[in-house]
């Protein structure tokens, strides 16, 4: 069974950096597009950004936009979030998806087929 494998989380000061990274395992998976969806004690998993294989074109919420940078390997099917100047706000489970998006829905989890167990990050002031 296709599933993914998320590493890189921990406990960090304000402004510190941490580097996610996601792989699949189990089986083989070859969909145009990976992405990271955090969720936070008592909140709804959200979109924090995603990336399109063709061109290795990248998508962010406005909120990471200039201190998060997603980038892969598309041939290893594998993913990292490089995450700069963290935030208390930032701290979630970080979880990786996969998937077949289109376009119009690549920000949209509902899309994603493919889901690690997350990664925890925790942020403290």
């Known amino acids: 069974q296709v599933h993914l494998v998320e590493s890189g989380g921990g406990l960090v000061e304000a402004g510190a950096s941490l580097t996610l990274s996601c792989a699949v395992s189990?089986?083989?998976?070859?969909?145009?597009?990976m992405g990271w969806f955090p969720q936070a004690p008592e909140k709804e998993r959200e979109f924090v950004g995603a990336?399109?294989?063709?061109?290795?074109?990248?998508y962010y919420a406005d909120s990471v936009k200039g201190r998060f940078t997603i980038s892969g390997n598309r041939a290893k099917n594998a993913v990292s979030l490089q995450m700069n100047d963290l935030k208390p706000e930032d701290t979630a489970v970080y979880y990786c998806?996969?998937?077949?998006?289109?376009?119009?829905?690549?920000?949209?989890?509902?899309?994603?087929?493919?889901w690690g167990q997350g990664t925890p990050v925790t942020v403290s002031s």
């Open positions: 998806a996969a998937g077949r998006p289109i376009l119009s829905s690549i920000r949209d989890q509902r899309a994603y087929v493919y």
């Open positions: 189990g089986g083989t998976f070859s969909g145009p597009a």
């Open positions: 990336i399109r294989w063709s061109g290795n074109y990248a």
